[in-house]
Nanobody, 115 residues
């Protein structure tokens, strides 16, 4: 019944931008910590960004200053605005809903950055 549906992924050139969306059903995102994680080729899944119920945000070092996480509670949707993309951002991006002991994950959406 709980579902996290991602959209907005695709292919872009270096320096470009994308906005990922995660539309939640079966849960209220305002009641949970939300976030985005990614898995780059040959790497472990890593933190991209999180947002708490109170609106505080945290970012992985490699994306800090370039990516922004925010939510629209009326739409029950969390977003990831990605700017100044580089080839190292190429990954499968996953939406996350906490808590950690009962987490939900989206299906993943592919982001590819190349010339």
């Amino acid at each position: 019944q709980v579902q996290l549906v991602e959209s907005g992924g695709g292919s872009v050139q270096p320096g470009g931008s994308l906005r990922l969306s995660c539309a939640a059903s079966g849960i209220i995102i305002n009641d949970r910590a939300m976030g985005w994680y990614r898995q780059r080729p040959g790497k472990q899944r890593e933190l991209v960004a999180t947002i708490t119920r109170g609106g505080s945000t945290n970012y992985g070092y490699s994306v800090k200053g370039r990516f922004t996480i925010y939510r629209d509670n009326a739409k029950n949707t969390v977003y990831l605005q990605m700017n100044s993309l580089n080839p190292e951002d190429t990954a499968l991006y996953y939406c996350y809903a906490g808590p950690q002991w009962n987490a939900y994950w989206g299906q993943g959406t592919q982001v590819t950055v190349s010339s």
